[in-house]
């Protein structure tokens, strides 16, 4: 899960850098649930490639993430990955942004809900400790939470959450 997409997003990066359209320095990896998980995954799988992350209710620790998510979600990750974590424990190892957390060298902000029940608070938690346990970690991850689930529907807090990522990109490249 992941690896593939995130193929084919370093290729279309590789065109626009070749074509003068991106700064490769200065090349920022962002997205939102699905895609803050895509995000994670690629700091840490790609991490010559990106200049700054930005995570935004992601999947951050597959097995704790599984453990803490609905139901139902529990469901949809059995059929993604052929099983439960106890089953299938290398699929969900290889999958998640946890396990290349000694990789990652670009700043990286992380918003979270804190009542998310598709992306749980406490998984996400485990990565941002993770990543600040790290002594050679040459970046600054900063985590941001906000008292809804998956996302908010307040007008105020969507706009001071694209405040803080524009100021964080700021702040870094």
């Given amino acids: ?7 084919d997003i370093a290729a279309v990066h590789d065109l626009l850098v070749a074509d003068g359209v991106v700064d490769p320095a200065r ?26 992350g930005l995570a935004d209710v992601p999947v951050a620790d597959y097995v704790t993430a599984y453990h803490e998510e609905m139901p139902d979600l529990q469901a949809f990750d059995r059929s993604l990955f052929g099983g439960s974590p106890a089953e299938v424990p ?10 290349y957390v000694d990789a990652v060298r670009a700043p990286v902000l992380v918003m979270a809900g ?27 991850v900063e985590l941001y939470t906000y008292g809804a689930g998956h996302g ?22």
């Fill in 90 to 99: 290398e699929a969900y190892r290889v999958a998640s942004p946890l396990t």
């Fill in 114 to 140: 804190e009542n998310d029940p598709r992306c749980p608070l406490g998984q996400v938690l485990n990565y941002v400790r993770a990543l600040r346990a790290r002594t050679d970690y040459p970046g600054e």
């Fill in 1 to 7: 899960m992941g690896l593939t997409e995130l193929e």
């Fill in 152 to 173: 908010s529907v307040v007008d105020d807090e969507e706009v001071a959450q694209l405040r803080r990522q524009l100021d964080f990109v700021r702040r870094h490249l």
């Fill in 27 to 52: 090349s920022v990896l962002a997205g939102s649930s699905w895609g803050g998980f895509l995000t994670l995954l690629g700091l840490g799988t790609q991490p010559g490639r990106w200049a700054v």
